[in-house]
């Protein structure tokens, strides 16, 4: 079985450039979570998203960030004009519809720098 | 609004002592209560959850937390500790209804020899 799954691992930008970051999740999971962890920092709950659906974005910043969950296809997280700021590493995690949020199985993460 | 408050940004224990990582929540609402382990540049494996039922659960690698209503804390415990067990772990609340998960800050345990 494989896990969830993000590529790439690592990504370098430089400031002002598009940031698209993918999330494959658990075969048969629904539900897709995005999280970013700042440096010396907990994770933050960006956004979950459920297939075709935004369910609660209450934690994306205002602008410049976006999210999808296609009916086909792995999630993706698309930063445009990236700042340094934005430099985290973001972590997806993805659950099953029975199981709700109980239980999130989390992805390696990726690790954006901003240059 | 929910927040999670781990006490120790570090822990620095030897290795087969015992070893205590705090965490307290504050929620106005019932919540369910995880802890997660972090190894370096990993993505976040779950060490174990309380969702109901009784207060002590046990996880895997031998370790266990209580839930204290009264005192609002999760406190992690292992009795023995190996070196294999550094690693950044972090505590998390999730209300009842709501999907997402609130961390705290995370503590980074180090198992000196």
């Known amino acids: 079985n494989a896990g969830v799954m993000q590529n790439p691992r690592h990504l370098v930008r430089r400031r002002g450039q598009e940031a698209r970051l993918r999330c494959s999740p658990v075969?048969?999971?629904?539900?897709v979570y995005w999280y970013r962890q700042l440096p010396e920092e907990g994770l933050k709950f960006m956004v979950y998203l459920q297939k075709e659906n935004i369910i609660d974005e209450s934690g994306m910043p205002k602008e410049r960030f976006s999210a999808e969950f296609p009916k086909e296809g792995p999630s993706i997280l698309r930063i445009q004009q990236v700042v340094r700021g934005d430099s985290a590493a973001y972590f997806c995690?993805?659950?099953?519809?029975?199981?709700?949020?109980?239980?999130?199985?989390f992805g390696p993460g990726t690790r954006l720098t901003v240059l | 609004a929910q927040s999670v408050t781990q006490l120790d940004s570090q822990v620095p224990v030897f290795e087969e002592a015992p070893v205590e990582l705090r965490c307290n929540y504050s929620?106005?609402?019932?919540?369910?209560l995880f802890w997660y382990v972090q190894y370096p540049n990993q993505g976040l494996q779950l060490l174990l959850k309380?969702?109901?039922?009784?207060?002590l659960v046990k996880g895997i690698n031998g370790f266990e937390a209580e839930f204290n209503k009264s005192q609002t804390s999760f406190h992690l415990r292992k009795p023995s500790v190996h070196i294999s067990d550094t690693a950044e772990y972090f505590c998390a609340v999730r209300i009842q209804g709501a999907q997402k998960l609130v961390f705290g800050q995370g503590t980074r345990l180090t198992i000196n020899p």
């Open positions: 995690a993805s659950s099953p519809p029975s199981q709700g949020g109980d239980t999130q199985y």
């Open positions: 929620s106005s609402v019932s919540v369910y």
């Open positions: 309380y969702l109901s039922g009784s207060t």
């Open positions: 075969k048969g999971h629904s539900h």
